[in-house]
């Protein structure tokens, strides 16, 4: 699975941006979708993740309530929606794919997930 993350870039605080994230595979509704990022110096951490049918979403405390995570497996793609930025939403996101087929099973753990992105920076600044 190839996945390539676009949309980011520089919004001021209180603003929004919708992150893109393209699936290269037959299979993509039998993966969870992650959104993960990192911030300079800082280790990665989960930020989001959507289940294969796109009727699970689960979200870090940090973004519950501001962000929104979803799915359109027609065009095996995933959205993060982000609104209210805040400057310690500053950061490089990656998605990530976690082969789960027919099972309810996610993970917000970064080492459990198979493939990756190249990541989108996003920075949220006055």
């Known amino acids: 699975v190839q996945l390539l993350a676009s949309g980011g870039g520089l919004v001021q605080p209180g603003g929004s941006l919708r992150l893109s994230c393209a699936a290269s595979?037959?299979?993509?509704?039998?993966?969870?979708i992650g959104w993960f990022r990192q911030a300079p110096g800082k280790e990665r951490e989960y930020v989001a993740a959507?289940?294969?049918?796109?009727?699970?979403?689960l979200y870090a405390d940090s973004v519950r309530g501001r962000f929104t995570i979803s799915r359109d497996n027609a065009k095996n793609t995933v959205y993060l929606q982000m609104n209210s930025l805040k400057p310690e939403d500053t950061a490089v996101y990656y998605c990530a794919a976690l082969y789960v087929g027919s099972t309810a099973y996610y993970s917000s753990s970064p080492d459990e997930y198979n493939y990756w992105g190249q990541g989108t920076l996003v920075t949220v600044s006055s």
């Open positions: 959507i289940r294969p049918s796109g009727l699970n979403t």
């Open positions: 595979s037959r299979s993509f509704n039998n993966y969870v």
